[in-house]
């Protein structure tokens, strides 16, 4: 990519004049927190209790307004939201802002923020978001092109045209949120194209993708290898050390020839050209800013899956290629939830889900306690929200009550260790392994069950159920979730046996108090043997317990 470095400062120097800056109005931004992060808007830390809208949904005004009341009562704050380049700049610089203005517009009358999806020059790997002016034009707008010489409708990453007219696209509309929307900050962050991966082969091919393939590995990524150590992904590393951890070479002799090797080759290509997309995007509007991951199946080769995208074995060459961006994030529509979204927590990545599987599927709501409580996601959001059905709409509306209720006390306890989420493993091919897990927090172990002794087991579906604990105090925890049954022990010094010296349901009013409901110290304890939280409702319990011997 010749002339990258001037033509990145150039753009970015030209975006940075766009606007003004805007006066004192804090930017969405990303802070630390603990061993995590976490998101701060107009001074606070919030969480993302999120649904992604279809591809197409909010590209129509009217076909969005039946949806809006629902998303609302489903006790979502944040609606993710594509915004396509054809929409935005019909002819070559003419921009018609219409429809990002009327989400913005319908969002704050229905007191909700936005994530914006750029569906810039990619969306699922493909070409198809892109204006008509310049998918007609190949010769300025070069095609990929697959070994055999055929073309892909895909793109070229290795176009300077193709890249400045993208960036240039998405700088303009950063802009633009800069001026309607940098006092209200309605809208979060936004996402840098697509699910970008290369289909249907591990890389590119033509003259000037050849070219760069046949030239020497960056230092910036070599250094980033050396440098990482065991904390480089496994799979990266071990690719680098069989082909003798060569500290300078061509990308076949440093990563080695075959579709793995490639790949590395199509990660970095990625990711330098989404880097200039960002930073051009960052000098209008410096929102917090993010690429999303299409995974892949475990046997899958590269190129039978979109490859080179950020996806978990590849995340330090995203990491390396595009510092510019906040965040790497996973697509999650396997059933191993637990295991892939665990990939994407890293001292230099928290975790934010865009999409988790459609919002129909019965385990999303398990799967968003989990994020939270385990893994301190700052967000999670399943796809196709608007679509859901009226029992769909209710287990994610209870979800997200719950969750919403929660928040003050979660956003306190991310990073800190004072906070676990709990749900069954589940396996690639589905496996529900449902046996129950521990954990010690604070002077408790406890020993979390997901299944129901009081339901028939047939009738049991452990993938839906799942929780989280917070510790709130000595011997003070709030427990929530649904189908979960929790016992307890001493652990560390002090005797061995714990009893619950006191348990009640009850809800968080508005103004974040404790309102109890029923003392639950009976039945409903199997006389102080448990803690349990039936499969049918998500429920919060404030428990107090105590150690004897």
């Not at 994610?396 to 928040?407: E, G, M, P």
């Amino acid at each position: 990519m010749r002339g990258f470095g001037a033509w990145l400062g150039a753009s970015v120097a030209m975006a940075a004049l766009l606007t003004a800056s805007v006066a004192a109005a804090e930017i969405p931004r990303l802070e630390k927190h603990g061993a995590s992060a976490r998101l701060v808007v107009d001074g606070k830390p919030m969480l993302i209790l999120g649904g992604e809208l279809g591809n197409s949904s909010a590209s129509s005004r009217a076909y969005m307004a039946r949806h809006w009341p629902r998303l609302k009562a489903m006790n979502l704050n944040t609606v993710l939201a594509p915004v396509s380049w054809e929409l935005i700049e019909p002819k070559e610089g003419v921009y018609d802002f219409s429809s990002v203005d009327d989400l913005i517009a319908d969002a704050r009358a229905h007191d909700m923020k936005l994530v914006l999806l750029w569906f810039g020059a990619w969306k699922n790997s493909m070409s198809t978001y892109v204006p008509a002016w310049v998918k007609r034009d190949q010769t300025r707008f070069p095609r990929v092109r697959a070994q055999d010489g055929s073309t892909v409708e895909i793109l070229s990453a290795f176009s300077d045209n193709t890249r400045a007219v993208d960036a240039r696209a998405y700088a303009a509309l950063l802009a633009h949120l800069k001026k309607v929307d940098g006092e209200r900050s309605t809208v979060l962050m936004v996402q840098v194209e697509n699910e970008i991966g290369m289909l249907p082969s591990a890389r590119e091919h033509g003259a000037a993708a050849d070219a760069a393939y046949a030239g020497q590995v960056p230092p910036a990524l070599i250094q980033k290898l050396k440098a990482g150590g065991e904390a480089i992904e496994p799979e990266l590393r071990d690719l680098w050390k069989r082909n003798g951890s060569k500290d300078k070479g061509t990308w076949a002799s440093v990563f080695g020839a075959d579709e793995a090797g490639q790949e590395v080759f199509t990660a970095w290509s990625y990711a330098r050209y989404t880097e200039a997309v960002t930073a051009a995007g960052k000098a209008a509007y410096p929102l917090p800013m993010y690429v999303n991951a299409a995974l892949n199946r475990t046997g899958k080769k590269p190129g039978e899956y979109p490859s080179g995208g950020p996806l978990p074995h590849l995340l330090d060459v995203w990491k390396a290629g595009a510092p510019s961006l906040d965040l790497l994030s996973p697509d999650i529509y396997f059933p191993n939830f637990n295991d892939l979204a665990a990939r994407f927590v890293r001292p230099d990545n928290a975790l934010f889900v865009p999409e988790a599987n459609n919002a129909s599927a019965p385990e999303t709501p398990a799967n968003a306690f989990y994020a939270f409580g385990k893994l301190d996601a700052l967000g999670f959001s399943p796809f196709a929200i608007e679509s859901v059905n009226a029992e769909e709409h209710k287990a994610i509306a209870d979800a997200y009550d719950v969750l919403r209720q929660l928040t003050p006390v979660l956003l306190h306890a991310q990073g800190k260790g004072t906070m676990a989420g709990f749900k069954p493993r589940v396996l690639e091919d589905g496996t529900v392994q449902d046996a129950p897990v521990s954990q010690v927090m604070g002077d408790y172990r406890f020993e979390v069950g997901f299944i129901d002794p009081w339901t028939p087991k047939a009738s049991q579906k452990p993938a839906t159920q799942g929780g989280l604990i917070i510790q709130t105090g000595p011997e003070e925890y709030l427990i929530a979730g649904r189908g979960i049954v929790v016992t307890f022990a001493g652990a560390g010094k002090g005797p061995p046996l714990a009893g619950i010296d006191k348990a009640e349901e009850g809800v968080f009013d508005a103004q974040g108090r404790w309102v109890p409901g029923r003392l639950l110290n009976g039945d409903q304890t199997h006389q102080g043997r448990h803690i349990r939280l039936s499969p049918d409702q998500f429920q919060i319990q404030r428990v107090k317990f105590y150690r004897y011997r």
